[in-house]
């Protein structure tokens, strides 16, 4: 009975869209990726929404800490709009994914104004904060990643890494124990891989918008249960999370990179309402 306790006064008889696997796809995943060794990326959250289905608060995206008390991740993640913060749950500091779950409530959801819910994560503005009823407590395994300066440029050709619980191929979600996976991807430039999905979208001409980055190249790759994640790299001897896991046209697939929400374009946004930290 519990569980309909908790999800009464929220589902108001919607749920999230999950992630719908498009016909024709082949190949999907944190495709090619390796297990995440210990404290190494201890900025990563899952995202839970209760399952009436499972009796369970299930995984459906990625997120990052970029603050002890909030999280980034991707605006679809959280639509349809009508959704609310108690919905929602976030799970920190695992390595295994639902490995003794201590959820925190989300008390708050602030989508980014400019996210198109028809065009969903191909129209861009593809990020949203979620505030969590009190602050982790920060560990080795529980730690916020830095956001960039935004005039940081990320080269194209640059190795960076995404991490997630996605699946690992096509309809092949990763198996039990769900640990999270890891995989070095490189940066492609906006224009290359504009190049790219025109070529086979045949589709309007702004397709790669500029608040976008992509990331990837064949067998690695994001894909679906990743987004929302975090793609960070290297800069100055830390971590600095430059994307955020957001669509793509298959996954792991030679010809579409994995397209990302450019962290530069929204951190004045985050910052008006994400203090920094540590502080200055
Ligand atoms: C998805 O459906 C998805 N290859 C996420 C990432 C990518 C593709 C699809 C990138 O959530």
């Given at each position: 009975m519990l569980w309909l306790l908790l999800a009464l006064p929220c589902l108001g008889g919607s749920v999230p869209r999950a992630p719908d696997p498009r016909p024709g796809r082949e190949l999907v995943g944190i495709v090619g990726g390796c297990d995440v060794s210990a404290r190494r990326f201890p900025w990563q959250v899952s995202l839970r929404f209760y399952s009436l289905r499972h009796g369970q608060w299930r995984h459906v995206c990625g997120g990052s800490l970029i603050h002890p008390q909030w999280v980034l991740t991707a605006a679809h993640c959280v639509q349809p709009e009508e959704l609310e913060a108690c919905a929602f749950r976030v799970q920190v500091g695992q390595l295994r994914l639902y490995d003794h779950d201590e959820l925190t409530r989300v008390v708050k959801i602030i989508r980014h104004?400019?996210?198109?819910e028809s065009l969903a994560a191909r129209g861009g503005a593809d990020v949203a904060l979620l505030e969590l009823e009190a602050p982790a407590t920060l560990s080795e395994h529980v730690h916020p990643v830095s956001l960039p300066p935004a005039f940081l440029r990320v080269p194209p050709g640059k190795t960076c890494w995404v991490t997630g619980w996605?699946?690992?191929?096509y309809r092949k979600p990763l198996p039990p124990p769900y640990p999270l996976q890891e995989v070095d991807v490189p940066i492609v430039g906006n224009e290359d891989c504009g190049r790219q999905y025109q070529n086979h979208s045949g589709g309007p001409s702004e397709v790669i918008r500029e608040d976008m980055l992509c990331a990837g190249r064949e067998g690695r790759d994001s894909c679906q249960g990743d987004s929302g994640g975090p793609l960070v790299c290297r800069w100055n001897c830390s971590w600095v999370q430059v994307g955020v896991v957001s669509w793509g046209s298959f996954?792991?697939?030679?010809d579409f990179p994995g397209v990302y929400a450019r962290v530069t374009s929204y951190v004045s946004w985050i910052r008006q309402y994400v203090p920094r930290f540590p502080g200055p």
């Open positions: 104004p400019q996210f198109n996605g699946d690992i191929m996954c792991g697939h030679q």
